[in-house]
């Protein structure tokens, strides 16, 4: 299976800072990358489909780049309600996850 | 608008069995395929498989072969996951989530505990 590596694992961050986090994949996945921000209780939500496309209603403060084994998920300004688990996951081959990167308030 | 609706909170004992639903209404059930992931607590996110929902096969990844049953009633636009012999680490939430990952069922929590 491919493995997927999620840095950092927490990020502690304040309101209307730019954030990058990072996603890399053990073997090329080209553009086959999600983003999902997940909220204490709640389910997964998609951010960012093949690695660059914003799903629809998602902030565009939110953006997705890379291709092959390097992605990164931007959030151009940080908000309050990103509080949250952000996970990146591949679908180029057997779905898998990273571990997550938990975003906290400064 | 579009829905996955699961069951509820389950309290289960080791070696007892149960079966999650994940009700979908909104779209036309068989245009996707339904998939289930499993998180357990203060982890993260586990691939389980998916279902063919028009044709009804599973396919299941390497650690849920062995205990993990997914099912449909198509006329009703559920799915199903059953577990069965359930053991202390299937202590998690499950989520349905149709093939394009842009709608989730809630989520389940599952608890199972002597």
């Known amino acids: 299976d491919i493995q997927m590596t999620q840095s950092p694992s927490l990020l502690s961050a304040s309101v209307g800072d730019r954030v990058t986090l990072s996603c890399k994949a053990s073997?090329?996945?080209?553009?086959?990358l999600a983003w999902y921000q997940q909220k204490l209780g709640e389910a997964p939500k998609l951010l960012i489909y093949?690695?660059?496309s914003l799903q629809t209603g998602i902030p565009s403060r939110f953006s997705g780049s890379g291709y092959g084994t390097d992605f990164t998920l931007t959030i151009s300004s940080l908000q309050p309600e990103d509080v949250a688990t952000y996970f990146c996951?591949?679908?180029?081959?057997?779905?898998?996850f990273g571990a997550g990167t938990k975003l906290e308030l400064k | 608008q579009i829905q996955l609706v699961q069951s509820g909170p389950e309290l289960k004992k080791p070696g007892e069995s149960l079966k999650i639903s994940c009700k979908a209404s909104?779209?036309?059930?068989?245009?996707?395929?339904m998939q289930w992931v499993k998180q357990a607590p203060g982890k993260g996110l586990q691939y389980m498989g998916w279902?063919?929902?028009?044709?009804?096969?599973?396919t299941y990844a390497d650690d849920f072969k062995e205990r993990f049953v997914f099912s449909l009633e198509t006329s009703a636009s559920t799915a199903y996951l059953q577990i069965n012999n359930l053991k202390n680490e299937d202590t998690a939430t499950y989520f349905c989530?149709?093939?394009?990952?842009?709608?989730w069922g809630q989520g389940v929590m599952v608890t199972v505990s002597s």
């Open positions: 279902i063919n929902t028009q044709t009804g096969k599973p």
């Open positions: 093949s690695a660059n």
């Open positions: 073997q090329s996945i080209y553009s086959s």
């Open positions: 996951h591949q679908y180029y081959s057997w779905p898998t």
């Open positions: 989530a149709r093939s394009t990952t842009d709608y």
């Open positions: 909104g779209y036309t059930f068989t245009d996707y395929a």
